[in-house]
């Protein structure tokens, strides 16, 4: 059974940074497609940040020049660094994972399977 666990998540004053972690198992999971998603209450799952086994990276126009999206393939690990951090991104964060090369990176639809979700919050 796939299963992605985030970590990381915590509170911060804005202008902050923190590191989400997102351990993906077992290690044959074939995930062609990783990205970050963040929801808060009463509003749609955002697309944050994705990228491909081809090298291929894309983010939101809001966490761009902030976030960057990275992974360790030796280790099955998904990571998001987010720098400087500002009391719009709060919002419990999902790792998600797909098998296929997804052309709607941002979008919920088409990620297989999906983590229990971390929660960022940041104080002004």
Known sequence: QVQLVESGGGSVQAGGALRLSC???PATTIRKTMAWFRQTP?????GV?????SGRISYADSVK???TISKDDA????YLQMNNLKPEDTAMYYCAATR???LNRLVPDGYDY???GTQVTVSS
């Not at 280790?75 to 998904?78: P, S, V």
């Open 23 to 25: 351990a993906v198992s």
């Open 42 to 46: 009463g509003k749609e799952r955002e």
């Open 49 to 53: 940040a994705a990228v491909q086994t």
């Open 65 to 67: 020049g902030r976030f």
């Open 75 to 78: 280790e099955n690990i998904l």
């Open 100 to 102: 296929y090369n997804l």
């Open 114 to 116: 999906w983590g229990q």
